[in-house]
């Protein structure tokens, strides 16, 4: 194959010299040759235009270039296929795709829920089973056994899979009346109905229905007079025993500007978080997409995506969706150097992190000054930080102790070794220092 | 070269190809037409490599020949000359002198050698058809094909027999037009894919043509062929989606409006669109009310009520409305059939009593 590209090669050279290069364009782009039949070269053009010029303009002068490179020629033919990827387009699987013209809509509009979102698609692992587990119960008992439901991750971690599975299933098995809304649109539709006077239709709307689901809460924050009203709705859902759930992308004590009564009763119910998900479940997660999608990967392949893409199951789909076209376009499985070409761009290179940068962040996280951290005192405010900065940098970035005693102002070793055993011991008793310290770790990595 | 014609009859060959070749081709050969002198007749070249086309006129004769001219400039020359009824050609090294009553001009030429040769079409099948309801048939559809080139076969017009007719689809995934036309020797046409952009250069070519025409058929292009032109088009290899299934069978809510009543709440409405052309339809045969409704946050609302017949079910859906204004001029009936399967299914338009054009949009997502 790649000899004669390179002998096509050479005669596309050859030719070039002796036309302008505007008549070069037009004839010659997209030609290549088919295939060599003992002596009888294919040569593929775009269309009949092309293959009538170069047989009355061309022959006689591409016969003797390819004569001159790939010596044995007794004559050429021109064919006219479409491109080159057209070769592979016969391959059933391309089929598929044109079969559906019309994309209906596949999210239903009365409740919003995306039939797509259930149970079986979804992958239990370490990382989220507490809060699969918490669902499962809610679909036993809806109202009563976890009311409401509450579920914290950082984005991309399957919260939203997860409660529209759970609003999914009690539509279908229950026959319960679900509606799914995301808290940003749940303030627009509050506005306008303040707007146009309608705010008692907009109160009925939501309390008709038996399962509440309601979407990246944090974006209430600030948003005092929706929050007032789903504070009222909330109650009147709560004192039904209608099911609630709802997502965010923290604990309901750190979202900012959210009034306290609503944070009480969010924290009322159940709260779980989904963490990143480990290696094995990753795993897990790309082959459950195989088997949906049907194509084949080799295991070192799969391996290899599992470890470059992290912590995101989003971004783990979505790059699993770019091998997949790659791989129907190609009409083959991709090997692994390819699918390295491929994902280069989405799998980032750990940033090297320095020990400024991490002083900065957290110094800025506890509002206090980066110098006061290098310097002698020992104030409460500014131990506890630096505390979690030697941690940080013992943990994470396996600097020795004597380095960081050093960096952060001439401290002993020892100093270092007690802060890192402090915080270590503090995290398992204090769960608010446990979450500041993965919060300061998302704006690090 | 040398011959001498009608100046009308050259002026209105010339404006059917005159829009065919490219206007800024890397290759200035392409952007010309090639005028050739042969026995009796004038023939007019002109191709922009995806279709070709070949026009004939007759002419007195006195030296064989042919030279190719640019092809705005020689249209837009011959189109203003007024002062005599006939015009001559003539090749003086290599340019053409036109003249006509007391103009007399020089047209830079190229070398005619140099000009794509149209191909022929190995036919592997062929037919006659009534130019007319081939052009009535695949204008009434070419709109609604896609503008991407991404999924070619979506950014054409297919056209295949069906029981006597010739059916002409198009569809960008978004809405599809289809129409029937009954047509003589309707199952002899092989069913091709024919791209959008080559359909008005079609129109224009079959325009006027009083007799049938020769098709004839190969892999990878169409030809159409009568006594004074040929005409070439690729075509797409490829197939085109099975459409038949997303047509709904059965349809839950009908409405018939007026025709004019309806373009006219529409061109209104269309004041209003913001970015996404939307425009909510809100039909209620139970309170005998069907109004469109646009609402936008930067200039305002309209409703407009139209006087409507309905039956079935109420519903309320959005739609792009240039997607419905588009298919008005496809309808030829003064009322139209509005039918609803669902908020979430297909709207279908067509003619009251015209059983040959069917429209379907997609609702858009809120």
Redesign the interface.
Known sequence: MSDQKKLWDSVLGSVELQVSK??F??WFKDTYILKNDDGIIYVAVP???????LF?KYHKCILKSLRDYGGDIRSVEYV?T?SEQ?KE?DLPKK?EV????????I???DDNLNPRYVFESFVVGPFNELAHAASQAVIKKPGIAYNPLFIYGDTGRGKTHLIQAVGNHLKNHSNQRVIYITSEKFVVEYVNALQSNKINQFKEKYRKYDVFIMDDIQFLSGKEKSQEELFHLFNTLYDNNKQILFSSDRHPNYIDNLEARLKSRFSAGMTVDISAPDHESRIAILKTKIKTVGINLTDDVIDFIASNVDSNIRELEGTFNSIVVQSQLKGRTLNLIEVKNLIKDSSKPKKALSVKDVVKTVSGYYNIAEESIYEKTRKKEVVKPRQVIMFILRENLSISYPSIGEKLGGRDHTTVIHSCEKIKGDIKIDQKLAQEIEHIKSLLF | MKLECVRERLSAQLSKIDKIPSKNANLPILSCILISARKGELVLRATNLDVGVEVSLPAHVDIEGSVAVPAQMFSSLISQLKGDKSVVLESVEGNVKVSCGGVVSVVKGLSPDDFPVIPEVDSVASTTINPESFTKGILSVSFAASQSQVKPELASVYVYSLDESLVFVSTDSFRLAEKKVKIKNAADFNPVIIPSKNVADIARVLAGVDEDVVVCFDKSQIQFKSNSFIFVSRVIEGTFPNYAQIIPKEYSTEAIVLKSEFIEALKTSSLFSDKFNQIKMIISPSEKKFETQVKNGDIGEIISRIHTSLSGEDVELSFNQRYITDSMQAISSDSIVLSFVGATKPLVMRGVGDKTFLYLVMPMNK
């Not at chain 1, 269309?47 to 010029?53: E, L, T």
């Not at chain 1, 044109?98 to 809509?105: A, C, H, N, R, S």
């Open positions: 505007a008549n364009n037009t269309n009949a235009f092309v293959r009538d010029w009355n006219i479409r057209k387009t089929q044109g079969e559906l013209p019309l994309q209906e809509p999210i239903n509009k």
